[in-house]
């Protein structure tokens, strides 16, 4: 059964996904993105920006196959298919198509009343189902750092 916690009350949501991430691929796991496709596009720029020493390699997924094949991060708008990549970090609304198949699911949730009303929709969805569900309050944290 899928590992799934939510990481919430991020006051920014796009860069905490890129401190993650960073933290995600520096522990050699491999990771598939998912949200809207102007989330992603956004989150695609940011990667390739918010650090001056850190590099996270990622590609979408109209990459070529071979490119899919070895990068460590993907983005796509829907995830179903990339369960090879092990975790799946959900950036966007809805519940991803496909999250039961991957070994852990990452749900990020700002403090934006909209996402975090889907935030406890998609964690009512997932409870109902019998997922065990972990909890980490990023307002308590001094900078919400990853």
């Known amino acids: 059964m899928t590992d799934i916690a939510f990481h919430f009350n991020t006051a920014d949501k796009l860069a905490y996904g890129c401190r993650l991430l960073r933290k995600i691929y520096q522990s050699g796991a491999k990771v598939a993105v998912t949200a809207e496709p102007a989330v992603l596009a956004e989150l695609d720029t940011l990667l390739w920006a918010f650090s001056g020493t850190d590099f996270v390699p990622h590609c979408t997924v ?46 990020v949730v700002s403090l934006s009343p909209e996402d975090a009303q889907a935030g406890r929709s998609r964690w009512k969805h997932y409870a109902a189902r019998g997922y065990t569900l972990k909890r980490h309050d990023l307002a308590h944290r001094a900078t919400g750092a990853a």
Not at 74 to 79: C, F, G, M, N, R
Not at 86 to 91: A, E
Request: proline share 9%; no cysteine.
């Open 62 to 107: 109209d990459a070529s196959p071979a490119t899919l094949a070895i990068t460590p991060v993907v983005l796509a708008a829907s995830p179903a298919g990339f369960s090879q990549q092990g975790i799946l970090v959900n950036l966007g609304h809805d519940v991803p198509a496909g999250f039961e198949g991957f070994e852990r699911l990452i749900e």
